[in-house]
């Protein structure tokens, strides 16, 4: 029966570091420089609404 944990044990790991390994992955691919695309741009004032 401790086979049957070692091998569960080692899926459970080996699927967790394939998660991280994947996310590092994708953010090392995204260019970091952009901004956020919610972030408002600090090049252009927000416009006051006229009354």
């Known amino acids: 029966m401790a086979i049957r944990s070692l091998i569960v044990g080692i899926l459970f790991i ?27 741009a600090p090049e252009r004032p927000i416009p006051t609404p006229m009354q």
């Not at 998660?19 to 420089?33: F, G, R, T």
């Open 14 to 40: 080996s699927v967790f570091v394939a998660i991280v390994l994947s996310i590092a992955w994708i953010d090392k691919s995204q260019p970091m420089h952009e901004p956020a695309p919610l972030a408002p």
